[in-house]
């Protein structure tokens, strides 16, 4: 028994180590789980202050503005805090923002809390992503971050269906103040596990340091940008549309379900946590052939499934048909699980990961504003079955600019490894 307790011990200690799974997987699943129990409800908490598709739409815009707008401001923060004060206020941010949107009484309230949530959004992810950056080596890159992204769709695939049946059962707001609390222990898991120093650069592995050098020799990271102009101009477009399709469908789903198909906020939630367990499935199998086919083999099918199954979307009248289209829409989404995240860790220059990655994210903000606006306008002017198509295209667009305009950034040094232990 003594022996079992040193064991344990022993496995609590080197847990305790691990850089990665207390201090960066479990509160970014947690802040994911407080994401997705909105996800069936913001749609409907907009809907409830009487207003148009538009500014439903342009509600569940105003996080990813906010983010826009923070994204690079939020890698000068990072640099001047350091990455874990950084993901303590980022998380701390969305937490409180989200308490002010349960208590809100206008569409003009809610509209400022979403958009100062995004701030928080812009920090956490920056800080986030340069973190896993720091501490994820390039062979297994692509399965670490991937992880992270199968988290997310966990959290998507548990929060629907809760935030439905909590809303069901309490109300719209109650789903809200539930999201926000979540927060708390998240911020408890950062502080308590993540490390406290700062990464020297004689800390980085040596594929680091070689970039850090290659950095110095260029100067700015607006001249590393310009001279990657060739691989970074198509990321960036690809991950725009990639974004967009991925923002958009989170609006135009539960729309079209409640007001074409007139199906109640649980069964929405249900919904999209099944279309979620189909993208946690693929999660595993996306890093693997991102490690070792590379990046595109993954990205490309991803998005050409995303855009065949939305635009399916139309032409159903029935849950069940819904399920199969927007399942397709999941098992597309899976596929690229941590891909737009491992296309920037591939891209950043260690010494200056924060800016770098604040302005990729700033990128894929774009598309995540871009989307739930262009759904509430199509459907407003138009009808929500057009909103679909619009999605559908912007999955398209995705694809072809993955495929064919985007090099390769897997490293070579990795084809050795495609033969091995995945």
Sequence with gaps: MTRLWALLGQYLRRLRK?????????????????????????PLYAHSFGVSYVWVGALLSAQALGMLLADVPSGLVLRRLGQRRAMVFGIAAVGLTTLGLSQTRSIYGALLYRLASGFGVALFGVSRHAYATQFT???????????????????????????????????????????????????????????????????????????QQLLNAHGSIWQLVRRQAAVLIPAGMGQVFAQMIRSGRSAVIPLYASEVLGLGVQR????????????????????????????????????????????????????????????????????????????????????????FLGLWRLIGDMGG??????????????????????????????????????????????????????
């Design 137 to 211: 080596k390039l062979q297994n890159r692509g399965r670490a971050l991937a992880l992270l992204g199968g988290l997310m769709r966990v959290g998507r695939l548990l929060g629907p269906a809760a935030g439905g049946a909590i809303a069901d059962a309490a109300g719209l707001r109650a789903a809200l103040l539930l999201s926000a609390l979540l927060t708390f222990p998240a911020v408890l898991s950062v502080l308590l596990f993540a490390p406290t120093r700062r990464t020297q650069r004689s800390d980085l592995p040596d594929d680091r340091r070689e970039h």
């Design 18 to 42: 691990d850089p990665l799974l207390l201090p960066f997987y479990i509160p970014a699943f947690v802040v994911f789980l407080g994401s997705a129990l909105l996800t069936p409800v913001l």
């Design 369 to 422: 504003t871009i989307g739930p606006t262009a759904v509430g306008t199509v459907a407003e002017s138009f009808a929500l079955p057009y909103a679909c198509l619009t999605m559908a295209g912007a999955g398209l667009m995705a694809a072809l600019i993955f495929g064919i305009f985007l090099p390769e950034t897997r490293p070579k040094a990795q084809e050795a490894l495609s033969t091995g232990i995945p």
């Design 268 to 355: 929405i939630g249900l919904l999209l946590s099944i279309a979620a367990a189909l993208e946690v499935l693929m999660s595993l199998p996306a890093g693997w052939l991102m490690d070792h086919r590379g990046r595109k083999y993954a990205l490309v099918p991803s998005f050409a499934l995303q855009a065949v199954g939305m635009a399916c979307v139309p032409l159903t009248s029935t849950f069940a048909s819904l399920l199969g289209c927007v399942g397709l829409v999941g098992l597309g989404n899976g596929l690229s699980s941590g891909g737009m995240m491992t296309l920037g860790s591939d891209l950043a220059p260690p010494g200056r990961q924060g800016e």
